[in-house]
């Protein structure tokens, strides 16, 4: 079985779980301290929210200035209705939403969490038996 962990740096850890915490998820506390906490997105997938200082004990460079985009993190959702309570909820938490995208069978909107790191939300709508080749 393959596991996936994505590691994230942020300036406020207690701040980052009470905004995903918001979004609906939960955190795995065998694997949370003060510095480190691992945020559950599905069974094989895990999201590491590490305190910028605890991050950087693992990157080979320095952090990324949070200005920039090193990294668009993409997440399924079940249909539109989903994307869209993910996204209001993420700008009710503190999050911006920035933008929304509507191409053929695809709806997604994107917003930045607290340390502006950009995350993806994406339904896709599964083709007719008419449409495909």
């Known amino acids: ?3 996936i962990f994505v590691n994230l740096p942020v300036r406020d850890l207690a701040a980052s779980k009470e905004f995903f915490t918001g979004l609906g998820f939960g955190f795995n506390e065998d694997y949370c301290d003060d510095s480190a906490a691992c945020m559950v997105v599905e069974d094989n997938v895990f999201v590491m929210l590490l305190a910028e200082q605890r991050f ?4 080979p460079g320095e952090v990324a200035d949070p200005d920039s985009t090193e990294v668009l993190l993409c997440l399924s ?3 539109r209705q989903e994307v869209d309570d993910l996204a209001e909820r993420a ?5 911006r939403v920035t ?3 509507e191409q053929g069978p695809m709806y997604g909107r994107s917003f930045t969490d607290l340390d502006g790191h950009c995350w993806e939300l994406m339904s896709m709508t599964p083709p007719g038996p008419l449409d495909t080749v």
């Not at 950087?56 to 990157?59: D, G, M, R």
């Not at 700008?91 to 999050?95: L, M």
């Open 99 to 101: 933008r929304t995208l």
């Open 1 to 3: 079985m393959r596991m």
């Open 77 to 79: 959702c079940a249909s």
């Open 56 to 59: 950087s004990e693992f990157a």
């Open 91 to 95: 700008a009710a938490s503190g999050g």
